[in-house]
Nanobody
Framework: QVQLVGSGGGSVQSGGSLRLSCTAS????????MGWFRQAPGKESEGVSS????????YYEDSVKGRFTISRDNAKNVLYLQMNSLEPEDTAMYYC?????????????????WGQGTQVTVSS
């Protein structure tokens, strides 16, 4: 069973950058679809970005396209989310997740494993 630990959150001003990491243990992430979700206070959780198990395909929610980049290093067992040009609307708890099977479409995979959240706060 894979355990995921998210890190890298923090407080930045609008326009700033952060890089989130999700480190896995207990198994290789190479078989899993992976992604980042976020939940802001009073709002539902939303999928932010997903990446195929091989890294050959990525998906971004419209509001983060061109600003966020998802990547993975299967050899190091780590998932990343580079977040640039951060906006106050990006303030949320961010969670990484791993799923065995892709969804329909693939990026709507159902997570089997979740990391603990890492807080991102962007001030204007």
């Amino acid at each position: 069973q894979v355990q995921l630990v998210g890190s890298g959150g923090g407080s930045v001003q609008s326009g700033g950058s952060l890089r989130l990491s999700c480190t896995a243990s207990g198994g290789s992430i190479s078989r899993y679809y992976m992604g980042w979700f976020r939940q802001a206070p009073g709002k539902e959780s939303e999928g932010v970005s997903s990446i195929m198990n091989t890294g050959s395909g990525t998906y971004y929610e419209d509001s983060v396209k061109g600003r966020f980049t998802i990547s993975r290093d299967n050899a190091k067992n780590v998932l990343y989310l580079q977040m640039n040009s951060l906006e106050p609307e990006d303030t949320a708890m961010y969670y990484c997740a791993a799923g065995v099977f892709g969804g329909s479409p693939w990026y709507r995979f159902r997570p089997n494993y979740w990391g603990q959240g890492t807080q991102v706060t962007v001030s204007s």
